[in-house]
């Protein structure tokens, strides 16, 4: 099968998620890494992408260079991945989408819902694939525990407790640390802190697993570092449009917690737990029966978990693979094969709503709010 051509924004040197991009991009030989504009500072962008391997007419300074210069080619890049800071995505997205570029965007998609909702129409519209790289949903073991909930194995869910909650903006001292202060700031980061960067990937694994939709929810935030405008700890009460009753804690003041994020589900005949500190494993209890590990590998699982099983049982599978396997995913749908669990504009724009409507929530003492973006109601 021929390699598709890959094009990066963002994700320069040292920066967090770039390694994580590439090396799931190219991980199963789907994507060649054939254009790149990297880094804010273009000098330092074109340098790096040709040190990747990126020919020098096409390691680019900065994203409209890229733009202009990728869309008249004839091998021109097949799918963009957009790795830059938060504010920036919807321009980028929008422009390469109507290009006509796949595109796979960083989360959160955009910074309000009307640009989400903006993505959502441009992609409809063009046809182009826009996913959002909630990767943890595509985990295998995350990829099993949403085919268990779908195959009635543990009955209608009656329950989703879910967790984000990691300890490494803890410490005081460190509250201006360039790294952590972004994250907090809201012409940076947008409307939320903590919820937008660590919650909603807990939202979307809580309607990822129960196959539903986020409809209501009430917020609670807190600034627990009092220079911090944004909030650095969240609780979501929220509820799935047919019923399911959902919890969410997030938090980055959780010293002690490492990576933080874990999920539970309740459902009428039975419930699992899945961890991202743990990510082979589902631990499932049938009711009235024994705790059972359900290992990645293992004979007998669902399709949907064995496809994206790339090695064999007992050996670790790590977060780039996650990642990798969004990248799998798209190779196959930019291929004319849709594939059903990646996340799209729409699992990003109802992330975005969820955002907003809990920031508005949390302003209003907790008052229960419609959290669905208004073109999906
Ligand atoms: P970072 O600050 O570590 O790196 C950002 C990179 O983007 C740097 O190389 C910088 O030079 C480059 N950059 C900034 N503006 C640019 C522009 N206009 N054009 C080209 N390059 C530009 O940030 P980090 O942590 O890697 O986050 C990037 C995005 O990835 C954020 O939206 C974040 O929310 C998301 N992220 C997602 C994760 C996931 O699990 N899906 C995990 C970590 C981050």
Not at 37 to 66: F, K
Not at 125 to 139: D, E, F, P, Q
Request: proline share 4%.
């Amino acid at each position: 099968m021929a390699k598709l051509n890959w094009g990066m924004i963002g994700g320069g040197q040292g920066s967090q998620i770039g390694p994580a991009h590439r090396l799931g991009a190219l991980a199963d030989g789907h994507f060649t890494l054939a254009a790149g504009a990297l880094d804010h500072r273009p000098d330092v962008g074109r340098a790096y992408a040709q040190s990747l391997g990126v020919a020098p007419d096409r390691a680019y300074g900065d994203w409209t260079e890229m733009l202009a210069g990728e869309r008249g080619r004839a091998d021109r890049v097949d799918l963009v991945t957009v790795a830059t800071p938060n504010a920036t995505h919807f321009e980028i997205t929008k422009a390469f989408l109507e290009a006509g570029f796949h595109v796979l965007c960083e989360k959160p998609m955009t910074v309000t819902v009307e640009e989400g909702e903006e993505i959502v129409r441009i992609a409809e519209k063009t046809g182009k694939i826009c996913a959002v790289n909630y990767c943890y949903s595509a985990y295998p073991m995350v990829r099993q525990a949403r085919a268990m909930v779908r195959a009635g194995d543990i009955g209608r869910v009656r329950l989703v407790v879910t967790n984000f909650s990691h300890g490494h903006h803890g410490d005081a001292t460190d509250a201006e640390n360039p790294r952590v202060r972004w994250r907090y700031d809201p012409a940076m980061a947008g409307v939320s802190g903590q919820f937008a960067d660590c919650g909603i990937h807990a939202l979307h694994m809580a309607s990822f697993i129960c196959d539903d939709e986020v409809e209501k929810l009430s917020a609670d935030f807190a600034s627990t570092i009092s220079s911090r405008v944004l909030e650095d700890d969240a609780m979501v009460n929220f509820r799935l449009s047919r019923g399911t009753v959902g919890r969410l804690w997030t938090s980055s003041v959780a010293i002690g917690r490492q990576h933080g994020f874990d999920i539970q589900v309740f459902g009428e005949t039975g419930g699992f737990r899945w961890a991202s500190e743990q990510p082979n494993q589902l631990i499932y209890t049938p009711v009235g029966g024994r705790t059972q590990i359900i290992e990645k590998g293992e004979a007998g699982l669902y399709e949907e978990a064995k496809r994206l099983s790339r090695v064999a049982i007992a050996h670790p599978e790590g977060f780039p693979l996650a990642v990798a396997n969004i990248y799998c995913d798209i190779a196959d749908a930019i291929r004319g094969e849709a594939r059903d669990g990646l996340p799209t504009a729409a699992s990003g724009l109802r992330s975005m709503a969820a955002v907003h409507t809990a920031v508005a929530s949390a302003k209003a003492g907790g008052a229960w709010m419609d959290a669905r973006p208004p073109m999906f109601r």
